[in-house]
């Protein structure tokens, strides 16, 4: 039976009823997003503005919305986010959740992650944020986009650019390499709860600038990730790309461990306490696995 639960940043619902021994659930999250349009002031065709909206940053010239191109983007830019971060990454069931029985077996389905992206007007329905946007000006190459930070008693608005969608040069690996972003997608992975690729490490630190240069990777590989100045999903990092999903599912597996009692032991009072670990309670991987059996889960969850 398809479950839903609301959360303040996304929506999120869970599908069993597909699930067969060759197929997995489906967790989909919806993120809506109300975008509204920054123009020059006094309805002039063209203006300037501040990176970030903060004074003392660098201004970019910017010009006026017309009907059609803010329609086109805003489709543009769900396209372009939907395509990288949907169907990407899949749940492993560690905790028997969610059994269903075929040819007298019973299986626990992993579950695959789906976004649903909607870009919709600021003030039209609920939307789970609110971002300005900017179109830049043709000698406009760069703008420094910010995503809005959450709180719990309000959501800040945001700031993009005309150009989030396209591809950029953001820098260079040791060897010279190229690496390119497209920023819409770097942007969102924040609005899913994601911090850059280094933050935390001892050159970006937790109580530190979170936007230094350091926290977008020192390593060549780190800098080539999605939360670092490329595009790469890097696999060892799937549990972490996937952390509001596995929020989601953690709540999931909690809501049905009241109604069953079903739960691999020493699981139960993990799902209730932050993720403090990539590994452990539906982590996170970049290949499709099958639904298991109750030995297979076991083994898995190391509860054998």
């Known amino acids: 039976m398809p479950r839903t639960i609301p959360w303040k940043t996304f929506d999120s619902d869970l599908n069993t ?17 109300g ?12 203006g300037r503005f501040f990176e ?10 910017i010009i006026r919305w017309e009907p059609n191109e803010w329609a086109d983007w805003k489709e543009n830019f769900a396209s372009v986010v939907n395509r990288f971060w949907d169907g990407k990454f899949w749940l492993i069931n560690d905790c028997r959740s969610f059994a269903f029985h075929s040819g ?32 830049l000006d043709s000698t406009e190459s760069f ?24 591809r950029v040069l953001k820098g260079r690996t040791k060897s010279g390499q190229l ?16 911090s850059h690729v280094d933050f935390g490490k001892p050159d970006c630190p937790l109580s530190g600038d979170r936007n230094l240069n350091e926290c977008y990777g020192v390593d060549d590989e780190d800098r080539r990730s999605v939360m670092g100045a490329g595009m ?25 461990y009241r109604m069953t009692k079903n739960q691999v032991p020493g699981k139960v009072l993990a799902l209730t306490s932050p993720i403090s670990s ?6 996170a991987d970049m290949q499709m696995r099958l639904p298991r059996t109750a030995a297979e889960v076991d083994k898995v969850s190391g509860a054998v």
């Open 17 to 33: 009823d597909l699930c067969s021994p060759t197929r997995n659930a489906e967790l989909t999250l919806t993120l809506c997003v």
């Open 35 to 46: 975008f509204r349009q920054i123009n020059p002031d006094a309805g002039a065709a063209a």
């Open 52 to 61: 970030s909206g903060v004074p003392t940053n660098q201004s970019r010239k």
């Open 104 to 135: 007298g077996t019973t299986y626990y389905p992993n579950v695959l992650c789906r976004l649903k992206f909607v870009a919709n007007e600021a003030g039209a329905g609920r939307n789970h944020y609110t971002i300005g946007v900017v179109r």
């Open 143 to 166: 703008f420094r986009s910010t995503s809005p930070l959450f709180s719990n008693k309000d959501t800040t608005i945001g700031l993009y650019s005309s150009k989030d969608t396209n």
């Open 179 to 194: 690496i390119f972003q497209c920023t819409a997608v770097h942007e969102v992975g924040h609005l899913l709860g994601l």
């Open 232 to 256: 790469e999903l890097l696999p060892q990092y799937a549990s972490r790309y996937a952390y509001s999903w596995r929020t989601a599912m953690r709540q999931y597996s909690w809501e049905e």
């Open 278 to 283: 990539m590994q452990a309670i539906w982590p």
